[in-house]
């Protein structure tokens, strides 16, 4: 199994995001308001971290509802054509999930900790992100 400090992810999320050593970022740094994270960027953030350490984010791991999101639109897209579309269907709004770098790295473990036994398991199906 990979130990993980906080300070390890903490290196990631700058390396990924372009943020300076200057820029403080502590356990209650919210990726969005506090670093601007958001998007695509938040995504690719994800990404890079599962790269990293060999691990699937689902929509489970972070324990997200159907109409739940870690991270709103970039700009102002979410305003246009897909709020027209979300009317029209009757859909409420999303609903976004403040994520901070402290529940990231407690998401990060429990999936180290949960995938690191399943590949000792037989194979099998992992849930959809």
């Known amino acids: 199994m990979i130990d993980l400090s906080i300070d390890q992810l903490v290196k990631i999320i700058r390396d990924n995001q372009g943020i300076g050593e200057n820029e403080q970022l502590r ?25 990293r350490f060999g691990i699937t984010f689902t929509r489970q791991s972070f324990g997200l509802g159907e109409n739940e999101y870690l991270f709103g639109p970039e700009a102002s897209f979410d305003f246009g054509l897909g709020a027209l579309v979300r009317i029209l269907r009757r859909r409420p709004p999303p609903k976004y999930r403040i994520l901070t770098v402290g529940e990231l790295y407690e998401v990060v473990r429990k999936e180290l900790e949960s995938q690191g036994r399943q590949r000792d398991e037989p194979p099998g199906m992992m849930g959809d992100c």
């Open 27 to 51: 356990s209650d740094s919210q990726l969005e308001r506090d670093l601007g994270i958001t998007g695509d960027d938040g995504e690719e953030l994800l990404e890079a971290i599962g790269k």
